[in-house]
C-alpha cells in the first residue's frame, strides 16, 4: 500500500480508482513468488500506478529472466529509467546501469556501495586496496570522489560511536582528506537524526553521538547543541563524552 501512499502525497490527482487500488493490491501480494502473475496484472492498471506496479515487480525479481524485457515493455522516462535502476542495483551489476537513462550515475553509486559494503569489517587500508582493484574491474575513475566518499561513508557511518581515527592511517593525503571530510559529513548526519528524534534529556548527549576523542566533532556539536536540546546551550562536561571503548578502565 505503501505507493498509494506515496501517489497520494506527491499528486493527489494521480491516486487510482478503486478498480485499479484492488489490482495494485492482488499484483503486490503475488510478489515475489508470481513475478509473472503480478506482472499481468500490473499491465491492466492505468495511469502513473501502472509503472510504479511494474517496477516493484522487477525490484522483487531483478534476475528474472524476462526481467529487462519488462522494462522496455514500459514507455520511454522515469518509470522505464527507474525499472533499469532496480534491475542492476538487484543484481549489483554496475554494467547494467548504463540502461537507466537519467539515474545512471546514482545508480552506479548505489551498486558501489553494496559491492563496498561486503569490505566493511576490515581495516580501513584493505577497504582502499580493495576497492582500487574493484574500480579498475569495474572501469571506475578512481579520481571520482564520489566513490570514496560512498566507501568511507559505508565504513564510518555504522551502528557504533563515530570514530575518524582509522582515516589519518592512510598514506593517501587525497585519500585521507576524503575520509576525514567524509566524517564530518556522517557526523552532521547523525545530529540532523538526533534533533529530529528528540526531545533528548539534556545535559547529556544522546547516545547516538558517542565519538571518539575528536576536537573538530566536539566543535561541531557544541555549535549545534541548541538543535538538540531546545535551545539549551552545552555544559562542558556533555561536550567531552567518550566512547565506551575509550573510557578509563
Not at 501480494?29 to 513475478?35: A, G, K, M, V, W
Not at 553509486?109 to 569489517?121: E, F, G, I, M
Not at 574493484?134 to 564510518?156: K, N, Q, Y
Not at 585521507?176 to 538526533?194: F, K, P, Q, Y
Request: proline share 9%; with cysteine.
Amino acid at each position: 500500500m505503501w505507493l498509494l501512499a506515496v501517489l497520494a502525497c506527491t499528486d493527489p490527482t494521480s491516486v487510482p480508482s478503486a478498480a485499479d487500488r484492488a489490482r495494485l493490491v492482488e499484483a503486490l501480494h503475488l510478489l515475489p513468488s508470481e513475478p509473472e502473475a503480478a506482472r499481468a496484472r500490473c499491465r491492466r492498471l492505468r495511469g502513473p500506478v501502472r509503472g510504479d506496479c511494474m517496477v516493484a515487480v522487477v525490484e522483487s525479481a531483478p534476475d528474472h529472466h524476462k526481467a529487462s524485457a519488462w522494462c522496455e515493455s514500459l514507455p520511454e522516462g522515469v518509470y522505464r529509467d527507474e525499472c533499469h535502476f532496480q534491475r542492476a542495483e538487484g543484481l549489483v551489476d554496475l554494467d547494467l546501469c548504463q540502461e537507466a537513462g537519467r539515474f545512471v550515475e546514482d545508480c552506479r553509486l548505489h551498486v558501489w556501495t553494496t559491492v563496498a559494503s561486503d569490505w566493511t569489517d576490515e581495516p580501513l587500508d584493505d577497504q582502499v586496496s580493495r576497492a582500487k582493484e574493484a574500480m579498475v574491474e569495474l572501469g571506475i575513475d578512481s579520481d571520482d570522489r564520489r566513490f570514496w566518499s560512498a566507501l568511507f561513508r559505508g565504513s564510518l557511518d555504522g551502528p557504533g560511536h563515530l570514530d575518524r581515527r582509522p582515516c589519518e592511517s592512510l598514506d593517501d593525503p587525497e585519500l585521507r582528506d576524503e575520509c576525514l571530510g567524509t566524517g564530518i559529513s556522517v557526523w552532521h548526519d547523525r545530529i540532523n537524526r538526533a534533533r529530529d528524534s528528540g526531545p533528548h534529556p539534556c545535559p547529556r548527549v544522546p547516545s547516538s553521538l558517542r565519538h571518539s576523542p575528536d576536537p573538530e566533532l566536539v566543535q561541531i556539536l557544541a555549535a549545534r547543541w541548541p538543535e538538540i536540546c531546545s535551545g539549551r546551550p552545552p555544559p562542558a562536561r556533555a561536550m567531552t563524552s567518550r566512547s565506551p571503548q575509550d573510557s578509563p578502565k
